[in-house]
Nanobody, 117 residues
Framework: QVQLVESGGGLVQAGGSLRLSCSAS????????MGWYRQAPGKERELVAT???????NYANSVKGRFTISRDNAKNTVYLQMNSLKPEDASVYYC???????????WGKGTLVTVSS
């Protein structure tokens, strides 16, 4: 129904920047929430940032001021600009889409972000 494909992960030095992209395809609800979650080994998956179709945003406290989420509704694409990266940011980052009217979640396969110190 909805397919999500992430790109942009890689290796970066602490203090550096990286930009992730996620494109959705299939049957896309006109009103939805797209965003990013991350999961490191041995840890629970956690919210990083989300953005509604209308432009409302939500960020984890740990990334506020460093990460910026944006989206292009016409392209069904969401981005995550990550600046001032820290070793604790290293994780597999997953793209997420929520069909707001029914609370249905869709997930990408993830993209690996590695931060070296």
């Amino acid at each position: 129904q909805v397919q999500l494909v992430e790109s942009g992960g890689g290796l970066v030095q602490a203090g550096g920047s990286l930009r992730l992209s996620c494109s959705a395809s299939g049957t896309i609800p006109s009103i939805n929430i797209m965003g990013w979650y991350r999961q490191a080994p041995g840890k629970e998956r956690e919210l990083v940032a989300t953005m509604t179709t209308g432009g409302g945003t939500n960020y984890a406290n740990s990334v506020k001021g460093r990460f910026t989420i944006s989206r292009d509704n016409a392209k069904n694409t969401v981005y995550l600009q990550m600046n001032s990266l820290k070793p604790e940011d290293a994780s597999v980052y997953y793209c997420n889409l929520v069909w707001s009217s029914v609370g249905m979640n869709f997930w990408g396969k993830g993209t690996l972000v590695t931060v070296s110190s």
